[in-house]
């Protein structure tokens, strides 16, 4: 065949019939299982990444609030508390006061929080278990007798000790107000002293816990 006899057979060949409804039906059989499969996988993807997510803790605290709070603690520690969200589950508490069960002392610390998930929900309320660990010091003030056997000879000293803390487990319950971005979280933990530093040497105290019931406003 030459080419003016090819080009006259491209040119005139009538053209292609338009593509029925009832066409379509059968159309899936004449493409190759894989591309099928891969081109179905695709659209339920799609579909299925914009179905929204169950709302995570610190999302609940949203609206008027945002993802950091602060507030009060009371119980061991007694004083401040804040707690700062990094992600949905994941959060920061910072916590600044006294400690009636350590000593009486003044503590500082730190613990990382974990939300798994919202246990129960309302309309004004959800409910919220979490777990964690956690560090801290203490200081404390002791006061102690020097006695030489002479009465006019004895004297006192008032001494500062030195304590560092860890916090494990860490579990809490927390209710995430949804009228206003409010906490209020009762939490629970072993808190033993690793390192108790007193004048005459350094030893653990295993024989420590602490609880206390929160409240912080989220900004």
């Known amino acids: 065949m030459g ?21 379509l039906r059968h159309l899936r059989h004449r493409i190759p299982p894989l591309v099928y499969a891969a081109t179905l996988s695709a659209a ?36 401040a508390s804040a707690k700062l969200f990094l992600a949905p589950q994941h959060a920061l508490q910072f916590e600044l006061g006294w400690a009636p069960l350590h000593h009486g002392s003044g503590t500082l610390s730190m613990s990382y929080l974990w939300h798994p998930a919202t246990w129960a929900s309302s309309s004004v309320v959800d409910l919220i278990g979490y777990l964690g660990i956690g560090l801290g010091v203490g200081l404390w003030s002791d006061r102690y007798w020097h006695y030489h056997g002479h009465p006019h000879r004895d004297y006192d000293h008032h001494h500062t ?27 629970g933990a072993w808190s033993p002293f690793l390192v108790e530093a007193y004048a005459h040497g350094a030893s653990p105290g295993l024989a420590h816990g602490d609880v206390a019931l929160r409240v912080r406003y989220y900004f």
Not at 48 to 72: D, M
Not at 167 to 187: C, F, I, Q, S
């Open 44 to 79: 339920v993807f799609a579909v299925s990444s914009t179905a929204q997510a169950a709302p995570s803790p610190s999302e609940k605290l949203k609206g008027k609030g945002g993802n950091f709070g602060i507030g009060l603690a009371l119980g061991d520690p007694m004083g």
């Open 161 to 187: 000790w030195f304590g560092l803390m860890l916090r494990a487990p860490v579990l809490g319950l927390t209710l995430h107000w949804k009228k206003v971005p409010l906490d209020t979280a009762l939490e």
């Open 3 to 23: 080419l003016e006899t090819a080009l006259g057979v491209f040119y005139d060949r009538p053209p292609s019939p338009p593509i029925r409804s009832t066409d």
